[in-house]
């Protein structure tokens, strides 16, 4: 069974850094990209970023390009999104999830992680 | 602003027929990219609905279609259902961005 695992909620001050991970596992984890995708309180789902962990071939959103590092550990099959210094904006629940075929980015989403709370706040 | 744009809401009563629409650009659903659906029930993940413009996942009823033509794409949704309340967000791929795009999501209301 295809499973993406996300870590914990977190809680954090402005300025600190962070790092939230996605672990796969029921698939070749280095052959489907993964996607991590923001979704703010009560607002719709943004595309932050993609990496293929084969290579760690990695594309950002412009809106998210300098202010989110996505990378990938293939031998632990897990996927990362971090930030070096949250703002209270990065408040939000993060989704990680994989496309439905190996190979295009430009396919369907078929599994999501169940999403990790980030709450930044002094 | 989303890159996709869906109507912020729709409504209907039990049995009856839905539309949400879609409406990109030359650079997304104009260029020939698949549009996805996703179902997002209250404090859950996005849930897979429909794929590449037509298709259901094994497990979700055939009330639920979708279509595409031009720059647009729309998700029907036929005999509603009060579990149907959700809302409902759609996805492709964007040459320009060289990555995804998604709608800002329609809430359905039942």
């Known amino acids: 069974e295809v499973q993406l695992v996300q870590s914990g909620a977190e809680v954090k001050k402005p300025g600190e850094s962070l790092r939230i991970s996605c672990e796969g596992s029921g698939y070749t984890f280095t052959t489907y990209w993964i996607g991590w995708v923001r979704q703010m309180p009560g607002k719709g789902l943004e595309w932050m970023g993609i990496?293929?962990?084969?290579?760690?071939?990695?594309r950002y959103s412009p809106s998210f390009q300098g202010q989110v590092t996505i990378s990938a550990d293939k031998s632990i099959s897990t996927a990362y999104l971090q930030w070096s210094s949250l703002k209270a904006s990065d408040t939000a629940m993060y989704y990680c999830?994989?496309?439905?075929?190996?190979?295009?980015?430009?396919?369907?989403?078929?599994?999501w992680g169940q999403g990790t709370l980030v709450i930044v706040s002094s | 602003q989303s890159v996709l744009t869906q109507p912020p809401s729709v409504s209907g009563a039990p049995g009856q027929r839905v539309t949400i629409s879609c409406t990109g650009s030359?650079?997304?659903?104009?260029?020939?990219?698949?549009v996805h659906w996703y179902q997002q029930l209250p404090g859950t993940a996005p849930k897979l609905l429909i794929y590449?413009?037509?298709n259901r996942p094994s497990g979700v009823p055939d009330r639920f279609s979708g279509s595409k033509s031009g720059t647009s794409a729309s998700l029907a949704i036929t005999g509603l259902q009060a579990e149907d309340e959700a809302d409902y967000h759609c996805?492709?791929?964007?040459?320009?961005?060289?990555?995804?795009?998604f709608g800002g999501g329609t809430k359905l209301t039942v």
């Open positions: 590449d413009n037509n």
């Open positions: 030359s650079s997304n659903i104009g260029a020939g990219y698949d």
């Open positions: 996805h492709t791929y964007d040459s320009s961005l060289s990555g995804w795009v």
């Open positions: 990496i293929y962990p084969g290579d760690s071939d990695t």
């Open positions: 999830a994989r496309v439905s075929r190996e190979g295009p980015v430009a396919a369907s989403a078929n599994y």
